[in-house]
């Protein structure tokens, strides 16, 4: 009986629980779109704009599904992990879709939260000439998001947390997360980037992988009186921001670099890896997600090799970008062991 009893717990033990958003993408492609260099912003180095009062052509539009949350679990379910995510999502039309898409990827529904008061969450992206984009999001649901009992406890079964964007009382949720015994890894969305140093430091010390793109870095390290006054050349330094969050506190430190690659940081070695030329660039949505949650995965999968892990993050993340929206493109663990 007693053997009986230990298999059961074993079996609902879960590798990663993933934590954040999760949204309907509405996507638009358009060529309209300028780029714009904003060499004079550190925080703010590359614009999108168009015409003021013009009406624009749009090429294509798609829905999918998104949100951090999501797209990770999607992802690391794929890779073969047992999964399950805590998200809100409003008691609609659109929630039920993606909690479909959650049991079509056998993601585990059984921590989502149902919010009747608030609509699912959606986001807004356009897509420019260079498959670059920008999303403008609506979190809805995904403000009302909560970390109780019930949900600690199961986080606790967990080897990992895979943490996302948050809103709301996210401060509130973050204090409640960083009480499980799992393992935390941490993509943070920009409510948390622009809060600050002095907002999620003392998390940062409690975070085992901290992955972020080389614009949120620079916010990072910036938002630190320590790091105020350094000068563009400095924190344009990818090598200067790792060592600089790694003080924080993560034992892992990775920053993506779009095209020219990613690196990480363990205290020890300064790893590099650089993309892998995609088939096809569609565009760049979920590209984070994937790279983040499979580089996660890839130190569960090769026992801790970093090198490894990061080659299997630009396979998945070159796969996405072949592909429309965040989740079509995703490899299967026999496609990233290929």
């Not at 912003?41 to 539009?61: N, P, T, V």
């Not at 916010?219 to 060592?243: D, Q, R, T």
Request: glycine residues 10%.
């Amino acid at each position: 009986m007693t053997n009986k009893i230990n298999k059961q717990k074993i079996m609902r033990k879960y590798d990663f629980i993933t934590i954040g958003g999760t949204t309907e993408d509405i996507t638009f492609y358009t060529n309209e779109a300028i780029m714009i260099d904003n060499k004079k912003d550190i925080l703010a180095q590359k614009l999108m704009a168009f015409e003021y009062g013009a009406k624009l052509r749009i090429d294509g539009s798609y829905s999918t599904f998104g949100g951090g949350a999501s797209n990770a679990a999607a992802c690391l379910s794929k890779l073969g992990f047992n999964v399950a995510a805590i998200v809100a999502l409003g008691n609609d039309n659109r929630g039920k879709d993606i909690i479909l898409n959650f049991k079509k990827n056998k993601v585990d529904t059984n921590l989502i939260q149902k919010i009747k008061t608030h609509e699912t969450g959606f986001t807004f992206f356009i897509v420019g000439n260079d498959k670059e984009h920008v999303g403008f999001s609506n979190r809805a649901a995904n403000t009302k998001l909560s970390i109780g009992a019930k949900e600690l406890k199961e986080m606790d079964k967990a080897k990992y947390i895979y943490l996302t964007s948050l809103s709301g009382k996210w401060r509130e949720f973050l204090k409640n997360v960083f009480k499980t015994k799992a393992k935390i890894a941490w993509n943070p969305g920009h409510i948390q980037l622009h809060a600050g140093f002095n907002a999620i430091g003392k998390f940062l010390k409690k975070t085992y992988i901290l992955t972020v793109n080389r614009d949120e870095a620079i916010e990072l390290v910036v938002s630190n009186p320590k790091y105020k006054e350094k000068n563009g050349k400095f924190l344009n330094e990818i090598p200067n921001l790792l060592k600089a969050i790694r003080s924080y506190g993560p034992e892992i430190v990775v920053i993506t670099n779009g095209k020219y690659g990613a690196y990480a940081y363990d205290g020890k070695k300064i790893y590099y890896q650089k993309i892998l030329k995609e088939k096809k660039r569609v565009d760049t949505t979920g590209v984070g997600d994937a790279f983040g949650s499979t580089f996660a995965a890839g130190l569960e999968l090769f026992k801790g090799d970093i090198k490894k892990a990061m080659l299997a993050g630009v396979k998945n993340t070159a796969s996405v970008i072949g592909q429309q929206g965040a989740q079509n493109g995703l490899l299967s663990r026999r496609g990233i062991l290929k």
